[in-house]
């Protein structure tokens, strides 16, 4: 599986920018696909996923101000992000995970792309 991740940049406080993550490749076998983010000197951390099956789940941060969506026809899943705050500056990783052997996961990640928030 291969991800293409787009649409950082620069905003400000309040502004809205929408993230876009074009997966390629064996997509068939996706579970589910989401976003993390990585602020500087911070881990990574899960921001929304949605699930082949539509269910989503967000990290409580971004609820009720993020958006994650799909279009299967496009093989794309989307971030909108709305009300933007300083501290969601990070950059964004577009990650899928599949079934792997023995019951466990695979991982596959897109390259990031920054957003950056001032007030």
């Known amino acids: 599986v291969q991800l293409q991740a787009s649409g950082g940049g620069l905003v400000q406080a309040g502004g809205s920018l929408k993230l876009s993550c074009e997966a390629s490749?064996?997509?068939?076998?996706?579970?589910?696909v989401g976003w993390y983010r990585q602020a500087p000197g911070e881990q990574r951390e899960l921001v929304a996923d949605i699930s082949s099956g539509g269910i989503t789940d967000y990290a409580d941060s971004v609820k009720g101000r993020f958006t994650i969506s799909r279009d299967n026809a496009k093989n794309t899943v989307y971030l909108q992000m709305n009300s933007l705050k300083p501290d969601d500056t990070a950059v964004y990783y577009c990650?899928?995970?599949?079934?792997?052997?023995?019951?466990?996961?695979?991982?596959?990640w897109g390259r990031g792309t920054e957003v950056t928030v001032f007030s």
């Open positions: 490749g064996s997509i068939f076998s996706v579970h589910s």
């Open positions: 990650n899928a995970k599949t079934p792997s052997y023995g019951g466990s996961w695979s991982h596959y």
